[in-house]
């Protein structure tokens, strides 16, 4: 069975810091992974795709994730937080047509 | 603005009632997923529908169904609520339906609080 572990329920960094989440997951075969962010009150929106490929995805708000198979992890990065990015970021993982898992989730705050 | 509607927002109701959500997908999306999202499960898969048809079942209690309508909404019906039901539950679209293969387009969610 698939699943996804984000080992970080909540991390804190200064603006303008650089910014790392941790994604492990685990999955038989090629996966494909995605990372979405949730606001408060708001639904989850996708910040960048795996499905095959170049290992290191870009994706919007200036977000990029790398996929590194040997260590099952996919995690996600910025250069340098804003203060909007306060969030909670979500990795997902999915097989292909089956169902997506999703992480527990990471909330992240960011100090001035 | 991801193009998925959910109604209502919030729903407050009392532990063995019945609630009916709705979803409205993006439009030209032909499948639907429906997932609850509580602080101790967290985001959990629940149902896919596919251009009217059952695609995919997860976690989806006996006391829950859904269906698809022709004109591609979706209702999500939860029927003698407990208070564990008390959740947000979100609506999700995509293209084809080919669940982990495309992008999910989510909704805002709908609060529902079981008394």
Known sequence: AQSVTQPDIHITVSEGASLELRCNYSYGATPYLFWYVQSPGQGLQLLLKYFSGDTLVQGIKGFEAEFKRSQSSFNLRKPSVHWSDAAEYFCAVSGGYQKVTFGTGTKLQVIP | DSGVTQTPKHLITATGQR????????????????????????????????????????????????????DLHSELNLSSLELGDSALYFCASSPRGAGGQETQYFGPGTRLLVL
């Not at chain 2, 639907?32 to 596919?50: A, C, E, R, T």
């Open chain 2, 19 to 70: 609630v009916t959500l709705r979803c409205s997908p993006r439009s030209g999306d032909l499948s639907v997923y429906w997932y609850q999202q509580s602080l101790d499960q967290g985001l959990q898969f629940l149902i896919q529908y596919y251009n009217g048809e059952e695609r995919a079942k997860g976690n989806i209690l006996e006391r829950f169904s859904a269906q698809q309508f022709p």
